[in-house]
């Protein structure tokens, strides 16, 4: 009998503190992420901790400075988010054998592109959080960036309005 090969998948799911993104996770391991014995998925949660916002001193001196202790507070304050997020999204994941986590510093889009294309992820899964086209011109859309910019497909998934 021919032995069978193993496909081998890298798929990467964005992560954040938004419904969004955990349903696009719970979607993922629904209907992305195969129970087939001949094909070994690699689930890798990424979380992009977005920058911390400097604020510049005014050059009349009547601005406030941040201590180093506010600065790490803020720090802090933004691991333990970060530790958060992922470990919500992996308790999601406890029957997967293959699962990895990633935390990466820097503006979501460009840090979900660049990590996409450095792992060779075969899919990358993320979230929408639907904004119509004003708040999408104003605010951005993580989403429709990535979809445009990753080469790897883009499974964009929209959590269904509640009534």
């Not at 081998?8 to 964005?14: K, P, T």
């Not at 391991?29 to 690699?42: A, E, G, Q, R, Y």
């Not at 400075?65 to 994941?93: H, N, P, Q, W």
Request: with cysteine; net charge negative.
């Amino acid at each position: 009998m021919a032995e069978v090969a193993v496909k081998e998948r890298r798929i990467l799911v964005a992560v954040d503190e938004g419904e969004e993104s955990l349903y696009a996770l719970s979607w993922c391991l629904n209907n992305v992420i195969s129970d087939n014995p001949n094909s070994k998925d690699t689930l890798v949660l990424l979380y992009a901790k977005p920058p911390r916002t400097v604020y510049p001193a005014p050059l009349d001196g009547t601005g406030y400075m941040f201590s180093t202790d506010m600065i790490s507070s803020l720090e802090r304050y933004g691991k333990e988010v970060a530790d958060c997020v992922t470990e919500k999204a992996k308790k999601m994941c406890k029957d997967l054998h293959d699962v990895e986590t990633i935390v990466e510093s820097g503006d979501p889009r460009d840090v979900i592109c660049e990590m996409a294309d450095k792992l060779a992820a075969d899919v990358l899964v993320m979230g929408t959080h639907g904004y119509g086209l004003i708040k999408r011109a104003f605010l951005g859309s993580v989403s429709n960036h990535c979809a445009q910019n990753v080469k790897c497909p883009v499974l964009i998934v929209k959590k269904p309005k509640t009534k």
